[in-house]
Structures are given as C-alpha cells and as structure tokens.
C-alpha cells in the first residue's frame, strides 16, 4: 500500500520570515551540539590529504558539524535507532563502521556495547582522539582490497552517496570479511528531492542545482542516490534474509506530524550548511563553473528550501542482509 502524503502544518505558512526559520534551525541545532593532516585548501574548504580527489566533500570544522548534524538526524529518521538489523546484542563482537566520518556512530555503539570491538575507517583521521577505549580508528579507501585479520560480526555503512565507485565491489567485501551468521547494514539516501503536493516545480532553481549535481555525480560514476539500488546489490553479493526499508526525510518544519517536524528542522539545517560544500569541487571543478556563479544560485536554493510554501522532501533507504551461517 502506498504511503499517505504527510499532512502539511498550514501554520507553518505564515511563518514565512527568513530570520524566523533561521533562529529555529539555531535554536534546534544548538540543543544537538551541547552534548593524514597536510590537508588541501580548495574553494576556500579543507579537503582529504590521503587519496585526494576520491571523495567531493571537505573535512572542515564546519563539515564535521554538519556531519553530526546529520548523523542525529538520521538516527531520527529511522525511529531513533542505530541499525535496524535484527542482530542480537549477543553476536556483536566485533563491528566495523565504514567511512566513519566524525567517527559518532561508532564512538556511541562503543558506549552502548562495552563488549564489542568498534573500529572505524575514514579516508581522513578527523575523529577524536578521547574515545571509549573499545573503539578505534583507522584511515583507509574502503574501495580498496580490504586488508582485516579477522572477520566482523557487523559491518555498517551510512551516508557513502556520491563516494563509492563500485558499489556491488563494496558490498561483496563486506560479505567476505563477515562471519558467518554476521551482518551488513547499508543506510543512504535517493536524493532527487520531491513534493507530494506538486509545491516544488521542476523549473526551480532546486531542481536546476539538484538536477545538475544528480548528473555530475553520475558522470564520475560515484551515484548521489545509491538508496534504491541497495537492495538488488546485496542480494547479488550474496547476503540472504535481505530487507529494504524507505524512510520519507521532509526538508523544513512544514509538516504537522511533530517527530517529523523535529526531523524536517534538522534536515534543513544540515542542507543550509551543506549547499557549498556539496557544490563547490564538482560545479567549480568538474562543470566548470566559477565561484561567484555558484553562490548566486545556492542563494536562490537557499530562498527556496526554507520558502514553508515549498514542501520539498526525499526518500532514505535502510537495506541490511545476512551472510549464510
């Protein structure tokens, strides 16, 4: 059965100021925050040192942010869960957080199990360096051979859009270096934003920006929505017991639901401090684009996404399989 259209706030529409919207993304986002080196400068942002070019995103203070922004709000997003798959706490010994980031998630999973082996890689060591002392982190190009000793119980991978090459590659390694009866989680996006009410035309300037990045990602073949083609790679990698599950991510707090409310808050902050660092290597370096010319059309996304007239959202995938006991 198809899913409802989420119910929209119409109170939401008078609340139309810029500084409002912007005072609650404030007020939102501090309430979340209160809880290799010889790096490249680019477009005034901070790239990878190790394997530079792989990765189109910056590894700045201000991207590091965003990234635990967006980690709670993916958390959110899914029912205030860490993984979905039905692993008993039991059988998680050893875990392993692909492309790790600020290194979050898997510094919360060691809180959360003392007993488990946590290690994360990342192409950067952006992570900190106080953490649970059952957690570590490594620097490394999951697109390469894997090199472990031993094999995992749990292997997770959140929000590798627009970075992996061969995702089917990706997804075969993580069932090899599985036990058997071990899992993989893979959680990412389908990114072409969308209205369920027609509000976001396709001649705006979102979709002009959107469409372009879509594009842009494809042609370097590293996709920027791998979420609906997870299922089918899991399977072919060989994992049984596979489930695919869609999560709807409203952008701004126009919905009436309250939890999605909260979520579509959290998702506009994290789009807001992310517009530039999606744009600027692949716009500026791979279209060609000057600086300038970006900035006047990210200032119009700007208007748009935060216009509580325009519902705009997109669609999150969560797959996770087993490998064959």
Known sequence: MADLPIEVDAAEIANDGDSAIEERITAYTASLTSGVTDYPIEHGRRYHAFRPGVYAMPNDEKEMDRLDLIHHMMIKGVGDKYFLAPIPESRLKRILDIGTGTGIWAIEMGDQYPGAEVIGNDLSPIQPEWVPPNVKFEVDDVESPWMYAEPFDFIYCRYMAAC????????????????????????DYDLLYYSEDDTLKADSNTMKWLTTLLSLTDNLGRTASPGPKQEQWVKDAGFQNVVSKKFRFPIGPWPKDQKLKELGICNLAQILDGLEAFSLRLFCDVAGWTVEEVNVLLAKVRQEVKDPKIHMQFDFYVTYGQKPE
């Open 164 to 187: 992996i090459a061969d995702w089917p590659k990706l997804m075969k390694s993580a069932f090899d270096n599985l036990n058997p009866g071990g899992w993989a989680e893979f959680q």
